[in-house]
């Protein structure tokens, strides 16, 4: 079969990153996780202590960033001029600071050069907030996942737990609330569901029952 792009987008929690780790590993496609990109340069702003409000420092730091990444089976590897960052880029204060940039516009257009880019090779699955609406709105297959706050704040805090970073399920429960609110308002590229993409609400499904559904929709092509 033809290989093709496959989009996945929803809101943090729906289950996204691991459903397509899953299914690009099924599939022998490349697993592209562009909230690490957002990441990335939230890592960078902090490092390099800039204004990324200001219009001439974030260009002089675009323009003097390279973010790269390898794409493993299970991890997403990704490097800002050449250091693996991998890791560190999962911790609150980034989540929040890439959250806080991802609504500036140079921001958005440097990373969707580059995600264009990547999926010149077709044979990707890519998941993000908008890559079913702006970055690939051509793409083969769409997917929309969701969850209730809920279920979403318990996964999160597994997760949380399992990296050892303590923080109290409450907090997690209003931190997502709150980036949920930014992520489907700001005026640039909101999260939302392309028009025609596939709607799956995991609150009562399994990992394996949404890859399992996820996999039937491409194979019906
Ligand atoms: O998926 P994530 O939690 O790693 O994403 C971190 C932030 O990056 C998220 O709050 C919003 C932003 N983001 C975005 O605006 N567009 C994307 N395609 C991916 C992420």
């Known amino acids: 079969m033809d290989k ?3 989009t996945i987008d929803g809101p943090a929690g729906a289950g996204k990153s691991e459903v397509a780790k899953r299914v690009a590993r099924e ?7 562009t909230g690490a990109m957002y990441r990335a340069i939230a ?3 902090l490092k390099s202590k800039i204004n990324a409000e200001n219009d001439e420092e974030l260009q002089q730091l675009i323009d003097n960033t390279e973010i790269t990444w390898q794409p493993e089976e299970n991890v997403f590897h990704i490097f800002v001029d050449g250091e693996e960052i991998t890791d560190e880029i999962r911790t609150q204060s980034i989540t929040k600071k890439s959250n806080e940039i991802s609504k500036i516009k140079k921001v ?3 990373l969707l050069i580059l995600q264009r880019k990547a999926g010149l090779e077709k044979g990707i699955i890519m998941e993000g907030r908008d890559i079913g609406t702006v970055v690939f709105p051509q793409a083969e297959r769409k997917f929309y996942l969701d969850a209730t706050l809920e279920e979403r704040a318990k996964r999160r ?12 399920p409450e907090k997690i429960k209003e931190a997502i609330r709150v980036r949920d609110e930014k992520d489907k308002n700001r005026s640039l ?5 392309a028009s025609d993409a596939i709607l799956i609400d995991t609150t009562n499904l ?16």
Not at 27 to 33: A, E, P, Q
């Open 157 to 168: 805090y597994k997760d949380l737990i399992k990296q050892d970073q303590g923080i109290k």
């Open 27 to 33: 599939l022998g496609y490349k697993y592209i996780d």
């Open 206 to 221: 399994s990992l394996e029952e949404v890859v399992q559904c996820i996999l039937d929709k491409i194979n019906k092509r």
């Open 189 to 193: 590229n909101p999260l939302k569901a």
């Open 108 to 110: 958005r257009e440097y």
């Open 43 to 45: 890592w960078k702003i």
């Open 4 to 6: 093709i792009i496959i």
